[in-house]
Antibody
């Protein structure tokens, strides 16, 4: 059974660094074709892709946010961590992690439930 | 401003056919496959069409996808109230070296 679960602070202050963890089970991120992405959604707004890490430890970032993002996976390959620096109230959003397989980075077959992060002083 | 352009809204009455478009460019839709997601309020998105026109198991055959050039479309025939949701297209962009989502279309069943 594949599951993903996001965890992290619900509230961060402007200029702080956000660290989110996606803990997954039921698959291995080293299996060829697998990847985990982070996607966010501000309240009432559209989905926005942030970053992904794949089975080969290749990493890709949204060009508009790449200077602020770092994605990594742990050595046990059951967690993917996203850090976002210099948080701003505009970064208030629900952050999802999602798995893609079959070598199609855009084919998300499993999602976490999402975690709401509010940026406020 | 999204790289992929979708109409912000669409609507139809029960039983009607509606189409949602997704317009991109030669670096994304023009050379890569498009996936479509349905998102109900307060839930994570769910894939409804992948590889331009393939339906995952469990998705009604009322849903279909197509692609031509740098545009893609999601069609829903025999519209039902349960289809009321937000729909997003997503594709890999070779120029940006990343994924891009459309701005989303809110479908209302009148």
């Amino acid at each position: 059974q594949v599951t993903l679960r996001e965890s992290g602070p619900a509230l961060v202050k402007p200029t702080q660094t956000l660290t989110l963890t996606c803990t997954f089970s039921g698959f291995s991120l080293t299996t060829i074709g697998m990847s985990v992405s982070w996607v966010r959604q501000p309240p009432g707004k559209a989905l926005e892709w942030l970053a992904l890490v794949d089975w080969d430890d290749d990493k890709y970032y949204s060009t508009s946010l790449q200077t602020r993002l770092t994605i990594s996976r742990d050595t046990s390959k059951t967690q993917v961590v996203l850090t976002m620096t210099n948080m701003d109230p505009l970064d208030t959003a629900t952050y999802f992690c999602a798995r893609a397989s079959y070598s199609d980075y855009a084919l998300f077959d499993y999602w976490g439930q999402g975690t709401l992060v509010t940026v406020s002083s | 401003q999204s790289v992929l352009t979708q109409p912000p809204s669409a609507s139809g009455t029960p039983g009607q056919r509606v189409t949602i478009s997704c317009s991109g460019s030669n670096s994304n839709i023009g050379i890569n496959t498009v996936n479509w997601y349905q998102q109900l309020p307060g839930t994570a998105p769910k894939v409804f069409i992948y590889s331009n026109n393939q339906r995952p198991s469990g998705v009604p055959d009322r849903f279909s996808g197509s692609k031509s050039g740098t545009s893609a479309s999601l069609a829903i025939s025999g519209l039902q109230s349960e289809d009321e949701a937000d729909y997003y297209c997503v594709v890999w962009d070779d120029s940006l070296h990343g994924l891009v989502f459309g701005g989303g279309t809110k479908l209302t069943v009148l």
